[in-house]
């Protein structure tokens, strides 16, 4: 375990024992709390998991524990969002973008090129716009806590480094279930193939798809190497996680019940992002030492990736609606005036 968690796990145990009267006296009962997510239990998903689990126990003083279910073991995320909102499971953390099916504003953030860097997406994510978006979930029947970061996605491929937009031409690419994703690589020339994440790695495998995108933290720890030639660096898109609950169990607990999850959502949050930029720092020379070939595209590529993917956007503010879409921007826009 690295001194960063160790020291972050010592502080929140002080935190929380150093007030164990408080534990005790707060309106808190016995829960049982299964927490679902879709990558393995070594990922930045799983570790992060881990850290608000340990906290919750902390803060809980040992009531409510979280019972962390990694690989996709409790179903995809649309499966394990049916049985939040069903009340079958009581949390998940998984892609906005496999939301949009229930909550049509989280489509702002699959917004290609939307964010240049993480201090942009910290900063809308976690102000008034990303509020908004998740103050729509309660009526769908699910409480967003926190965004954590999946990061900045690439491609991979077993066919050719796309050096190009035309090299994307007929390339079978995987891509979340989520029509901004479908549409844009459509756009791009790619045959997009829309799968669940605990598909990917036997479609690449089997050759059902030949590539997919994803941060490099993911191709990573899922050892997409292992079934993948060609890295093309193109942060096209800047994709969150988001941690969710069940609203039907949420409603009944406690406040104090609910101010253990928002807090340790909160703590997870601040690591988890950490961790994830730690490791993606790494993960693209670790690629490579797996034997991978790495091709960055260059910015007169990007420019043209990100000038015909302009066309995706006109769909996502009519879908998410324009009043938010100008928000987001006016908000990008004030960031990007301070520099
Ligand atoms: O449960 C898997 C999800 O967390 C998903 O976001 C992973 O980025 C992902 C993908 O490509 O499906």
Redesign the pocket.
């Known amino acids: 375990m690295n001194i960063f968690r160790r020291t972050f796990i010592a502080a929140c145990a002080a935190a929380a024992l150093a007030d164990p009267l408080a534990a005790a006296a707060a309106d808190i009962k016995p829960h049982l709390i299964r927490f679902g997510?879709?990558?393995n239990e070594q990922s930045n998903?799983g570790r992060a998991v881990k850290v608000f689990a340990e906290q919750v126990e902390k803060a809980s003083g040992g009531k409510m524990k979280v019972r962390a279910i990694g690989a996709?073991a409790l179903g995809?995320?649309v499966q394990m969002q049916q049985a939040l909102i069903g009340g079958a499971q009581e949390m998940m953390?998984?892609?906005t973008?496999?939301l949009v099916g229930i909550s049509k504003e989280m489509a702002l953030w699959d917004t290609p090129f939307l964010f240049n860097n993480t201090k942009e997406a910290d900063a809308v994510l976690d102000g008034p716009v990303g509020q908004k978006v998740i103050d729509k979930l309660p009526e769908k029947g699910l409480v967003g806590l926190v965004y954590w970061e999946?990061g900045f996605?690439n491609l991979t491929n077993s066919k050719r480094p796309v050096n190009k937009l035309e090299d994307l031409g007929g390339i079978k690419l995987r891509v979340?279930q989520n029509i901004v994703y479908l549409d844009s690589f459509k756009t791009l020339g790619a045959n997009a193939i829309p799968l669940?994440?605990?598909e990917?790695f036997s479609a690449l495998e089997t050759g059902t798809v030949d590539g997919?995108?994803?941060?490099f933290n993911?191709i990573l720890s899922s050892k997409f190497y292992e079934v993948q030639k060609y890295v093309s660096v193109t942060n096209h898109v800047y994709?969150p996680?988001i941690v969710l609950v069940s609203k039907k169990w949420w409603d009944g607990l406690s406040k104090d019940e609910q101010k253990v999850l928002t807090d340790a959502a909160q703590a997870s949050r601040d690591f988890e992002r950490k961790d994830t930029r730690d490791e993606a720092a790494k993960a693209l020379a670790e690629l490579k030492a797996k034997g991978m070939q790495v091709n960055e595209l260059p910015p007169t590529e990007t420019a043209r990736m990100r000038d015909k993917l302009t066309q995706v956007n006109a769909g996502i503010a009519a879908n998410i609606g324009p009043d938010l879409w100008k928000e987001a921007q006016a908000d990008l826009d004030k960031l990007r005036a301070k520099k």
């Open positions: 997510y879709g990558l998903q996709a995809s995320d953390v998984g892609s973008a496999t999946n996605r979340m669940p994440f605990s990917l997919q995108e994803n941060p993911t994709s996680w």
